[in-house]
């Protein structure tokens, strides 16, 4: 019996994987060796004073159903701890007040707490039964055992979800731009390729407009780089709140900023197309910007727009050519002014 369970638990610890395939293999195993009428997990909530029934395993005539919370403080689990003990094989002359124990016709009650590492007490594990059973010590050996496996098996899944929690935090911190908390130029360039992909699926261009802010150099020379700070993080939320939810928009650094999207179809012209992109951005940077300690009127930023057709160009040759049109804006716009 004993070679038996030790070997169906190193199968049982091995195939499962979440808590509850594991807790539902024990409490079938803990049955077994206690033969017990019903066996169960619980979760203690101290905040809210609660415990919980995770999962349970009621094979004769005792019932206790899943998801039933009761106040822990009225609980059989609160009073054997606090008597320190795991086994009581008369719970009515033990208990004799206990409602819960008289409706429910508990006479043998076992009970081990699942505690974590840092001591603290996640719940219990526990076994009932309307007979007065006689258990002996390796029962309660092996209760604890289980307690155990649940509590190391409950640390892994904690583990593994802070790790889960720590690499999608530090993943979103190496694709966001610490300044403005825009995506950042590693970000656009992971998602073009993306973009590219989902226009040429429906045969649609790609539309990328690159910004370059005039005149940013003589802002941080006026005002101080703090300012200029403040302006680019005021530009960020501008194009933010102005573009449309499936426009991708990055800081790629310094001054500039790229929005790309899906455009009209392939059979449509693509100079309009860029056109009414640049036309669409251009006034969210012009006007008045109402940062700490100044005020800027802005004449706007130098846009290059293009459409390109996704089969026929990579991401990067795109971002060259919007790069290209946008210097050629950026004369254009010193030409008007002198």
């Not at 017990?36 to 009621?58: A, W």
């Amino acid at each position: 019996m004993q070679e038996t369970l030790i070997a169906r638990i190193s199968s049982v610890l091995v195939s499962e994987k979440s808590l509850e395939g594991l807790v539902r293999q024990l409490l079938e195993m803990l049955e077994l060796v206690t033969n017990m009428e019903s066996t169960y997990l619980t979760r203690i909530e101290s905040g809210k004073n609660l415990q919980h029934v995770l999962f349970s395993r009621n094979s004769k005539k005792m019932q206790i159903p899943e998801g039933l919370s009761v106040p822990w403080e009225d609980t059989l689990c609160r009073r054997a701890l606090a008597e320190d003990r795991c086994i009581i094989d008369d719970v009515p002359s033990h208990w004799g007040d206990s409602q819960a124990a008289k409706q429910l016709g508990i006479t043998t009650y076992v009970t081990t707490p699942v505690r974590l590492d840092d001591g603290s007490l996640y719940g219990t594990l526990c076994a009932v039964s309307g007979e007065k059973q006689k258990l002996d010590g390796r029962s309660e050996q092996i209760l604890q055992l289980f307690a155990e496996l649940i509590a190391q098996y409950i640390q892994k899944e904690q583990l593994l979800c802070q790790l889960q929690d720590a690499n999608a935090a530090l993943t979103a911190f190496s694709y966001t731009d610490e300044l403005t908390q825009l995506p950042n130029r590693r970000s656009v360039f992971n998602q073009l390729p993306q973009l590219f992909s989902q226009a040429q699926g429906t045969k649609r261009f790609v539309v990328i407009a690159f910004i370059d802010l005039d005149g940013f150099k003589l802002i941080n020379d006026r005002y101080g780089h703090e300012t200029g700070d403040d302006f680019l993080c005021a530009v960020g939320q501008r194009l933010s709140q102005g573009i449309r939810a499936e426009d991708m928009l990055g800081r790629i650094g310094g001054d500039e900023f790229i929005v790309a999207t899906t455009g009209p179809y392939l059979d449509e012209n693509a100079k309009d197309a860029a056109q009414t992109f640049k036309a669409r951005l251009s006034p969210l940077l012009i006007g008045h910007y109402a940062l700490e300690g100044c005020h800027i009127d802005y004449a706007g930023a130098s846009i290059g727009t293009i459409a390109i057709n996704p089969a026929l160009s990579t991401p990067d040759e795109a971002l060259r050519a919007a790069d290209t049109v946008m210097y050629e804006e950026k004369e254009h716009r010193r030409r008007q002014v002198h």
